[in-house]
């Protein structure tokens, strides 16, 4: 018996992740199943029988990885019961499951345990295992404050300057303002935020709070602390803050400029409701999937500069999703250094790691590889353009939720695809990587250099 129970307790800790990222990987995927049957229930969904599995998986998958694409109408399809699964689903997978967690283990025994420590680190990028408590009282205090300041003021709107009933005010407020933090991108109406793309009582909360969840804890932490001592911030909250601004404003001229006279956008409106329409899309591209315009009747063009705002993405260790600002801003900077024939890659006054260098390329190869791979798969099996197949991908590896309207007209291997591609973006190509990684390996030896021929 004590041999046999011997075994069962070694083949359990086979299963059992022995790295953060394994726990992670393990956490969503729970997450995502729970989610998934729940929404199967028939409770969950308006009319007869329950929802397909095909259904509730890419809804939920999309709900955990914070992406906002939909394979059906969520403001008809599901009941009140399945908004709530839903919105819950969010809340979960942008707080973070390992996070969230490990902020009950603080709130039910007042105490994290070194595993716990070491994955709520891992998940929230936090500096040290010491610091992990202090790390998510402080997102859930973040979190409470942003999305029911929003909630406020969008439910105020929606009752005051839409007739809405107290109640009901009260949840489209709720409900937009949690799915905006989380840069989700989930709505309550069937054409998304079009009907409100002239309103700024509307537009504006949505966007300040995604922006706020789009920057990161980390940088949210440190503008709290020294707010006022902008020579005293990091290195990642100065790329972070800079990226952001100059990406949002970049995004707003593109858009507009390229649409302003789009009959089937944003041609008709005023100038002054073209320009909060552009700022709202440019927004939406640091990976929420709100849209206030028809994305599908867009120019190919803007497509494109989209995809490249997408796949940047927000701020880590956030709500975002794409490939980060510092990531995109480190092989600038790469970049830069190359062309100027200097030796070490410096910014703002500081020196960057040769590890940080490896790690910006492995992480852009990959979802190069990873995008390009799945459109091209996309491109077999349908017979879609390639513009809307790749701003697909995108937005589905970017975590983003913004669609030209073919993700529901996909056959089931592409929703299938799109799915995986939500899981890896939510997780980052590296992170899974190093989940499906069986060991750690230190290499015990160096082989002699050699320098091939580049360019």
């Known amino acids: 018996m004590r041999l046999t129970a011997n075994r069962f307790r070694h083949l359990g800790r086979a299963f059992l992740p022995r790295h953060p990222a394994q726990a992670i990987a393990l956490g969503f995927g729970t997450a995502i199943v729970v989610g998934t049957l729940v929404l199967m229930l028939p409770m969950a969904k308006v009319g007869p029988g329950g929802a397909g599995p095909l259904e509730a998986l890419f809804t939920a998958t999309s709900a955990v990885c914070v992406t906002g694409l939909a394979v059906v109408d969520t403001a008809v399809y599901w009941t009140r019961f399945g908004q709530v699964a839903i919105l819950c689903l969010v809340q979960l997978g942008g707080f973070g499951i390992m996070s969230f967690a490990s902020l009950l ?60 009933s107290f109640g009901h005010s009260l949840w489209l407020g709720f409900f937009h303002s949690v799915s905006a933090f989380n840069n989700a991108g989930f709505a309550l109406f069937s054409d998304n935020l079009m009907g409100f793309v002239g309103d700024p009582w ?11 969840g789009g920057v990161g804890f980390p940088v949210l932490f440190e503008l709290g602390r020294h707010y006022r001592k902008p020579l ?25 400029a390229v649409e302003w006279n789009n009959p089937k956008t944003i041609g008709p409106l005023s100038s002054a409701d073209k320009l909060l329409a552009g700022f709202f899309q440019s927004v939406m591209t640091r990976t929420a999937g709100f849209n206030s315009l028809d994305i599908g009747q867009m120019d190919p063009a803007t497509w494109l500069g989209m995809d490249i705002l997408m796949f940047i993405g927000g701020g880590p260790a956030g709500t975002a999703g794409g490939l980060k600002i510092t990531t995109f801003a480190v092989l600038f900077f790469i970049l830069l250094t190359e062309v100027q024939g200097g030796t070490a890659v410096n910014v703002f006054g500081k020196r960057l790691s040769r590890s940080v260098h490896r790690e910006a390329i492995t992480i852009v190869l990959l979802a190069v590889a990873l995008v390009i791979g799945s459109t091209m798969v996309l491109m077999l099996i349908t017979d879609i353009d390639f513009d809307r197949l790749f701003f697909e991908t995108v937005s589905a590896f970017a975590t983003v939720g913004l669609s030209t309207g073919i993700t529901p007209v996909l056959p089931p291997a592409g929703q299938l695809l799109l799915v995986f591609l939500m899981f890896v973006g939510r997780l980052g190509p590296v992170t899974l990587a190093s989940a499906l990684a069986l060991r750690a390996r230190t290499p015990l030896y160096e082989f002699p250099k050699e320098r091939p021929l580049i360019g």
């Open 232 to 256: 005293h911030w990091t290195m990642n909250t100065k790329l972070v803050l800079a990226g952001t601004g100059i990406l949002l404003a970049a995004g707003t001229v593109f858009i507009s």
């Open 202 to 212: 509307i537009c504006l909360p949505i966007a300040a709070a995604i922006i706020i």
């Open 105 to 164: 283990g603080v709130i039910m025994a007042r105490r994290l345990g070194l595993k716990s420590r070491i994955q709520a680190a891992a998940e929230t990028k936090s500096t040290g295992f010491g610091d992990v408590k202090s790390v998510l009282l402080g997102v859930l205090r973040i979190t409470v404050v942003v999305e029911l300041c929003a909630a406020l003021l969008l439910a105020l709107r929606f009752g005051l300057g839409y007739g809405h």
